[in-house]
């Protein structure tokens, strides 16, 4: 099984433009997440792929290995799509380029829901953090999904999902990590079908899998990391990495 980490990288991010290129430790954000996936050393090969050439030169120069989007693409899982249709592999792992405290635990997590399916059940499989914060699972900008008794997702939302409305219940709220892995054949079909009516109002990519049928299995982790969506965020990132 050949297994492969590919990191989207956008140099306009619509909250927080040219996020990736800011200072984290002395090296930028998206050096130290390349880096950082790259020292798991759980894959056989780890590519940037960007529409920028700020992006590229900053990951080449650094004796990284990088890719130029061909087309423009709303979200990385087309420009994940577009990187590895000519590609010999089985599983990619989308590595989110903000990211940069992801870790080996989570990623051999992934990884190993692919080894323990035989009957290739799972299309893709991505993370999960247990959330008790009520500001965070109120949050907009982080993202809950709810599963069954297997663990496979059954919606994604920046509402709070379940929504409490008996409070006797006690209920569990997960937040979505944006690390995912992909069966070759998930992400293909992905490429080509259109976005349909709740992935465009939730602006959650991963909804289109499943309003498509394709199964996804979540896979919990105690790894809260440190997604650098807003600049308050990467001051959060800084003091970590001190």
């Not at 002395?26 to 780890?46: H, M, N, P, S």
């Not at 799509?81 to 635990?105: H, K, M, R, S, W």
């Not at 892995?181 to 899998?209: G, V």
Request: glycine share 4%.
């Amino acid at each position: 099984m050949k297994i492969i980490s590919m990191i989207p990288a956008r140099y306009s991010a619509s909250r927080f433009p040219g996020k990736l290129m800011q200072d984290l430790g002395g090296k930028t954000v998206i050096l130290r997440t390349y880096e950082a996936t790259v020292a798991t050393q759980l894959f056989d090969d780890v590519i940037v792929v960007t529409d920028s050439e700020i992006i590229y030169n900053e990951i080449v120069n650094n004796g990284g290995k990088a890719m130029m989007s061909i087309k423009e693409h709303e979200c990385g899982s087309d420009r994940i799509a577009e990187a590895v249709a000519d590609l010999d592999v089985d599983i990619v792992v989308n590595v989110q380029g903000d990211e940069p405290f992801t870790d080996v635990e989570s990623l051999s997590k992934l990884i190993e829901a692919f080894k323990n399916d035989p009957e290739k059940q799972i299309d893709l499989a991505s993370l999960m953090v247990h959330i008790t914060d009520q500001d965070e699972i109120n949050n907009p900008n982080t993202v809950k999904v709810i599963v069954d008794n297997f663990n496979f997702a059954l919606y994604f939302s920046r509402s709070p999902i379940p929504y409490p409305r008996d409070k006797s219940v006690a209920v569990k709220y997960f937040k979505h990590k944006g690390v995912y892995a992909f069966r070759k054949d998930a992400i293909l079909d992905f490429y080509t079908l259109p976005m349909k009516p709740l992935e465009a109002s939730e602006k959650i990519e991963c909804i289109r899998y499943l309003e498509y049928g394709k199964r996804i299995k979540m896979v919990e982790t105690d790894v809260q990391g440190v997604e650098i969506d807003t600049p308050e965020d990467l001051e959060r990132a800084k003091k970590i990495w001190k």
